[in-house]
């Protein structure tokens, strides 16, 4: 039982919603002894599935994962008697849920929440509902669901139609009878395709009317899967805790078979196993690469295209159905039972608003561009103002009086999708920028609701009051929200994942799909690190340990996870011909890099013998001379060679429009320093003295390279500064060695960890040079005159124990008057930024080098070339 409010009308704790996350967090609420109130304006518990009666609406998720787990006793005296149950079961259980552990007497039903207005002098929330209550309230606490808030409907006339009028998320208890009745239905989300075929069994005549045809596979619904029955009676916990660490919050190991390189068989019949299976996860999973791969995704969209051209019969109409314009996944796939069967009915009709669109509703029925329809009901399945329509619609303002709704007037802004700054002891559970609607929803639920108990308990132990994100906590987490977005197909898409529904919303990607397992240890770790990022107030003293939770890209941290599984021993434990080997078995079958118009092999002299070269030629008219870019591979001076480099030569090249000529040069410890910078100034004086045999232009050469090949190339500029020649247009330095210092703070804190290590570095410079050496301009640019040297783009990458050095080379170069250009790669390492096609989130950096390098150039015809 609840421990009463003290004071009339102060509560610890208000939560808004009696739906799964509402209920669930009163229970935790009340463990923690506090006083709560929970508002719900519907007459009962149930949220989501107190409004959603259309016919056919069920879960899909199966019910056997779609459920509490934090009550074991529950999960015995439970049973769901199908795998996906329907809506009247869901609210049935959260009833029984409900009255088990004597819920209902802390829920205020039919009483919505009008407002709450941060009251600062106080240090609480005052609440008012729409009864005229006003309580007051230390934690608010919103618990509202993703999708409870119907989008309203944005079509012509729709407040004129005399007949039914339906809406999928706001259906009569007493049920609609369709009996006799010409019907229209509008939309084809989940709640359209749910009920549809439904609606037909009844209806005289049905015309659906679709704005986007959607992906959906067949749910296969009857008793709930054996074989998942079968772990559960095994080892319910156990997996329950897999779940828990899951990417989605179902267990399901996520393949490694990637669709671009699989074999015919191999895709059909992981695709027909998951078409068999019928989970949204398992079709989401046929490939590890069809969330990010336009090709790879395709495979699965055509297969599913294929399966709707036999499901329906008239062919124009099974084309309609087939969804052309998003890639599958971008927008939430459904589960049907018998949904594109049901278009063969004789009295069934497909309008494709694509080709006539809605000009208005009418008094009786619905006229659009070549048709008028008279209709007895109108369903309107519209969908919702996902994700943030419920919170801002709430009138929620916090400190200054800033509304929420100001507040993400550009879209949500939040700390873990829990809480916004400005906003104290203001909590939402699923909210944006958390798993929620990518996820297992009940899994997601009780992870936030276990979070935001676990904080108050502490909050409490430790004397403290009040709890809000910092600004740069927030930030540093918006950006990480959007950078696993990026990576992904899905902001490609006009879905509601993404604000797109609803007109004016601002366009931002709201779901974190990062995953759940990851976001959970996101979470743990800002609670175990004292709250990181988190300022809190209170008797027991005020506290606040700054920083961001998560600042390295996605993918960069995808491929360290991988590398480190790998468990190669360190490059510099190996002699250098194994660090070599091994170095050229990674690179083993990684994506080529763009197709080119022609890459071709040569040798030039060098100082000391010849030296390979391999030159690439982007596409277009063969035999246009263009500019010339001599590139330097990385590898420490020790390791690397033409192959090495070569995506990233071949990116270059696409990207600039540039001839790119990569050079290999003598390596260390066969032939220390200088050879590797004196082969460096050779090759260029060569290249630039054969430009036109090249393909180049005369007198338009610029020097790139990376790592290592960053530090010949910035010395070659040097020693071309003092010869008086060749003239050189630019210097592209990605993650240059500009320095023997191995003290700066970047090395402090990527030393270890990220590849590029400093032992590794300690290693290099041991096999490259002398110590007496190293302080020389000849192996330290740096240390050198930079005056008159060629302009320069400097790629400084966040975590790389080189950056300091290049962002250091920069700041130095502009101080001696060289037009500079500094390239922060924010959340790469010294490596990513190099892989093509293997972190995606590094094609932004090289847009960007590709761009400086055409800025060497500034000839019409090069810039013209490339647009
Ligand atoms: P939805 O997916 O947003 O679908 C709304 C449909 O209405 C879309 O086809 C949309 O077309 C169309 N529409 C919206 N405005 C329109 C307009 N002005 N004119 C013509 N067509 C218009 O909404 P939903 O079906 O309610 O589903 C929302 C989400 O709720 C689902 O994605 C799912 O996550 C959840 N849900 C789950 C289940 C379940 O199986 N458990 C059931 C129902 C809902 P456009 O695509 O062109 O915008």
Redesign the pocket.
Known sequence: MNKPASVPGHFDAVVVGAGFSGLYMLYRLRQLGLSVKVFDSADDVGGTWYW?RYPG????IPTTDYTYSFDPELEKEWTWSEKYATQPEILEYLRFVADRHGLRSDIEFSTAVTSARWDEPEQRWRITTDRGKEIRCRYYIMATGC?SMP?SP??EGAGRFAGQVYF??RWPHEGADFTGQRVAV???????I?SIPLIARQARQLTV?Q??A?FSIPAHNGPAPADRLEQLDVGRDAYRHAARWSRGGVPLEPTDVLGITASESVRRERFEAAWEQGELFGILNVFADQGVNPASNDIVAEMIREKIRSAVKDPETAEALCPKDHYFGT??PC?DTGYFETYNLPHVRLVD?RKQP?VSITEDGIETADESFGFDAIVY????DAMTGALVAADVAGQDGLSLKEKWAAGPSTYLGLMTAGFPNFFMLTGPGSPS?LSNMTVSIEQHVDWVARCLEDMCEEGLETIEPTALAEAGWDQHVQDCGAITLYPTANS?YMGA?VPGKPRVFLPYIGGVDAYRQACDEVASQDYLGFRMTGPGGDRCRDGVVRSMQPDVAMVLEFVAALGLPPMETLSAADARALMAATAEGRPPGPELGEVTDGVIPGPAGDLPYRLYRPGGPSGRPRPLVVYFHGGGWVLGNLDSDDPLCRDLCARSGAVVMSVNYRHAPEVRFPAAALDAFAAVQWADANATELGGIPGQLAVAGWSAGANVAAVACQLARDAAGPRISGQLLICPVVDSDMTRPSYEENGDGYILTTALMRWFWDHYADPADRGEPRAAPLRGDLEGLPPACIVAADFDPLRDEGVAYARALGAAGVPVRLARARGHTHTSVTMVDVVISGAPVRAGIGEALRDFFPSAELQEQVS
């Open positions: 959603n609406a069920r879960c899909d999708l989008k944005d079509i999928t998320s509008i939309g084809t989300g989940s709640s359209g749910q009317f704005r986007t959607n927008k939430r589960l608003l809605i399945a519209t969908g919702f609607v509601w529904n």
